[in-house]
């Protein structure tokens, strides 16, 4: 089986700089976070609302990135940065 992402559910974690989300292989949850700074380069503004805006508008992007970043080492934890993204916008 392949990662996927079930779970639409996203959190926004200020004191880590990220917004957090998680996908799944087969059995396995897999945690991935993307840092504040990656959302930034995507034009999200300051605060958590506009992070998660950001994410929401971005997400199939940003879900590439982690399954790209998945693909290359199978972890159980993935910190996508801006390098993930490409500086997309």
């Known amino acids: 089986m392949s990662l996927n992402f079930p779970n639409p559910v ?8 990220c917004v957090s989300f ?7 949850e897999i945690a991935f ?5 990656a959302l ?3 034009g999200a503004e ?5 992070m998660l805006a950001t ?7 940003i879900l590439s990135a982690a399954a790209a970043a998945y693909g290359r080492h ?8 801006v390098a993930d993204i490409g500086g997309k916008a």
Not at 10 to 17: C, H, L, N, P, T
Not at 74 to 81: A, F, N, P, Q
């Open 10 to 17: 996203r959190s926004f974690d200020a004191g880590r700089s």
């Open 74 to 81: 199978k972890g159980s934890y993935h910190r996508l940065t």
């Open 33 to 37: 976070q993307i840092e504040i700074d």
């Open 40 to 42: 930034r380069r995507l």
């Open 22 to 28: 998680w996908g799944s292989d087969a059995s396995l």
């Open 55 to 61: 994410f929401d508008s971005h997400r199939d992007a």
């Open 46 to 50: 300051p605060g958590e609302a506009q």
